[in-house]
């Protein structure tokens, strides 16, 4: 698409004016202090050999378990996280801020605790714990609790990226659209979240690479089993203790795949 | 808010410290001493109550106590760490600092085996090693990848037992959290979790567990520029984990003479 | 009656009272603030009656009695459209699909939604910008699409509001003309503070001033004949009202105006209403004597251009006279001054 608008952010010819100069030092010191720590990584890759590191039985099972279960939990998020940015964003009843500080909590809080609090829950004794038990389900130690525990972290990126976006873009459009026949379901559809898509996106984004890296609320929650609970973090980690080479050699991997996943995103929400 | 009251305060609380600072040259000649001990997160108790039983001995003389899961310890001495001592959960981290030449010679001081953790009551009727095989029964172990996990993997197979495992974890800590919190029905821990654990868990001794004995060593870090008074503060440390007395607090803790 | 709205929304001051008639255009005329925003979103449905019933077609979209709803369709069930002052085009939306928005949501299918749209864009004179995103359109093609957009979800009642405020002042006329010839048939309510929009565009003009309708009539003579100082100063006149002397309008401050009486027969103490062009006022220093003129004493408030002329307010009444006139007077905010008027200029009625 080329429109003037559209163009006028590209002008070679454009002076841009305001930033004082000065902010280029801290700047460039901030981007170095999350860059650097990367590069260093790619450093201590033992790059011969790096093939077979990443490829063995168990780093296997871990990465497509990572991917799965991020996977179902990024779609989780999305199920429950859209309609409840919504009705933090548009929703008027009493507690609305309440619920709103209270669905950001994880977002702050050590995903040990999260761990702890989701044991709390669907545990053998937590507060659902017993009645899911009674159905025949067994959470703990399941892909099932993995998924969970990363939803749980993960949830909150997507409902406080969304929620801001809709805040953002007000709701004029969608009084435009009920006035021309429009249904609640047809406007949220067409025009609501088409409106939000970039915040939508990146939301999605956050949520997937939280899900992925997703540590402490799992080895708590889930346990740490191959194939079943033990994904790239956890299996990192437990490298660590005995082949450091091929902990290094999976935290590459992550950090590639975060990296990808955010690249082609990005490209693809870009206007 | 009176600025001019806290800068008084401020005032008085340099000259304290300055006196004390003076009254501690005047009494003792060791006074800025200092002792790193590194020793293994599982030793956490027995060091803490050690250190300070050696200060008492040792006026004037400070422990400084690095408590981190052995195989960081050892890294970190790699890298340069300036440590005195070294106390390891495991013999194979000790040897290889010993390879590398950075420690002395290392010493056995405690050992500790394996027992079974169930919760509170045993809701599963967990008696013997073999009940662990039983079909449906929840157990956490340790990955064969840490000390406890190779342990663990060297009694079973003494008896020749397969075990389906719900979760093998990357610490002994996280095998006796899942067992306090009820949500395995049995885990394979040592002795002095099951101790330091009181009565939020059960012990279920077993006999196997004699299969595998897990040693603690000990040992001076080689260290340039230390003078003849630290080198014979830091022996004395080693030797006072050895005594009697070092040992019965060990013992008070679960550990087992070796 | 197509259409009728009897509503009272105290929180924001607003009762009113309107009613149009099949295939006809009210304009609602007043300043702003005056609560006609209010009107047009109690019969969009973007805002309840607190008491009052509004209807279309015989059918009821709101009821409410001293607060408690009765009745409520929501908006997008009432086929009444919304036209604001921004375009409000949907900016993910090509033009063409914009356009297609309202008969797509009421069920069309893809094609016949297009091509619906298209017969729209042709009317509206941009067909060539149907693959546009509202982006690349200007201010004056936007909002025609937006009006194209609002009538091809075939409205059973189409709300204006202010659609001309937000546009340059030169793309108006054109916009203007395309909206007089689409609203022929389409029953319309047009919410303005332009005089022209509602002599061009309404069949009949409700004066709203205060949150209530003050004046209500065919287009023509209200605004040659305004009893309220708001359509009287839309319509670019002075007015005073009084009561009647016999041979004069005797105003609250005291003053008598003389002027033509198109009226036999009026009664003495009838409320009266004097009206008179500003160009008819001349304006002195010093009080002139001489030939019979009504004469009003007051302070230079402002003075704006007005074509060749300039307009000078006083507290009282507009005067429209020349620069040089302005110049010689050394008329500036503050200063006092007196105008006249020939009573053979004063326009005087009952009302």
Redesign the interface.
Known sequence: ?S????TIAHDPAAAPTGLPRWTYVPAVVGGLFVVLPLLALGTRVPWTGYWTLVTSEPARAALVLSLQTAATSTALCLVLGIPLALVLARGRFPGRDLLRSLVLVPLVLPPVVGGIAL?STF???GLLGESIEVLGLQV??STTAVVLAQTFVALPFLVVSLEGALRTAGS??D??????????T??LR??TL??V?PGLVSGTVLAFARALGEFGAT??F?????GV??TLP?EI????????DAAVALSLLLVAIAVVVIAVTHRRAAP | MTPPRRVAARAALLAASAAVTLAGCSTAAEADTTLTVFAAASLAQAFEQIADDFEADHPGVDVLLNLAGSSSLAAQIQQGAPADVIASADTATMDRLVTDGLVGVPQVFATNTLQIAVPPGNPADVAALTDLAAPGLRLVVCAPEVPCGAATTAVVGDAGLTLHPVSEEPSVTDVLGKVTSGEADAGLVYVTDVARAGDQVEGVAFPEADGAVNAYPIATVERTGRTADETELTEAFVDAVLSSEGRSTLADLGFAAP | MTFTLTATVPSRGVDVTLDVPEGRTLALLGPNGAGKSTALGLAAGTLRPHDGEITLDGRVLAGARAGRTTTWVPAHRRQVALLAQDPMLFPHLTVRDNVAFGPRAQGRSRRGAGTAADRWLDAIGLAHLAERRPAGLSGGQAQRVAIARALAAAPRLLLLDEPMAALDVDVTPALRQTLQHLLDDQTTVVATHDVLDALLLADEVAVVDGGRVVERGPTAEILSRPRSAFAASVAGLNLLSGTWTGDGVSTASGAVVHGYASHPGVAVGAPMTAVFRPAAVSLHLRDPHGSPRNTFRGTVRSVEPRGDLLRVRTDQLAADVTPQAVAELALVPGRTVIGTVKAAEVDVYPG
């Not at chain 1, 659209?177 to 609640?184: D, E, V």
């Open positions: 698409m429109t003037g608008r559209t044991l545990g053998r004794r703990a130690f004029r459009y009084v435009v659209a009920a006035s021309l026949g429009a249904g609640p047809t406007v067409r025009v088409p409106l898509w080895l708590t889930a346990g740490s089993l191959q609970t033990r956890l980690y437990l490298q660590r203790e005995t082949d450091p």
